[in-house]
């Protein structure tokens, strides 16, 4: 008879918490794809302004006018600025939980790993066992024919 992996709920555990690497993982890099999406907006929304700005004081521009596109610029390059510290943390939360996803992995492989040799073990002592009865019940056949 097969004795089962003693090991199974460990096992089970790690899968558990290799799951919850992995989803956790996915949302990171998700974050980190919408941090990168936003700064690319702000920096593309930033341009377009300042091409505005350009062309709106190749035409002439009052003071306030002047004054006021340059108060705005600033403030988005701020933006920008605010939204590139946002995609360099987000960067280091995914690539913190890029290292955690690997060691849940590398540890559920281990106990996969040693489940298998379980399993490999089990099945060669059942072969034999098998093979052991097989064998009685030739020799006994063959008795009996002899017998007879």
Not at 48 to 73: D, I, K, P
Not at 95 to 106: E, I
């Amino acid at each position: 008879m097969t004795k089962p992996f003693a090991l199974q709920p460990i096992l089970e555990l790690m899968q558990t918490r290799a799951d919850d690497a992995t989803r956790r993982l996915a949302t990171l890099i998700a974050a980190e794809q919408d941090a990168r999406s936003k700064l690319q907006m702000l920096q593309e929304y930033r341009d377009e302004y300042a091409g505005r700005f350009r062309a709106a004081a190749q035409n002439g521009l009052g003071q306030r006018e002047w004054r006021n596109y340059q108060e705005f610029l600033d403030r988005l390059d701020e933006a920008v600025g605010h939204q590139r510290d946002a995609v360099r943390r987000q960067e280091q939360q995914t690539a913190a939980g890029q290292s955690d996803w690997q060691q849940q992995r590398k540890k559920l492989k281990a106990f996969e790993t040693l489940s298998h040799r379980h399993n490999v073990s089990e099945m060669a002592r059942d072969q034999k066992r098998d093979q052991k009865v097989q064998d009685e019940f030739a020799a006994r056949r063959g008795e009996e024919d002899e017998a007879r």
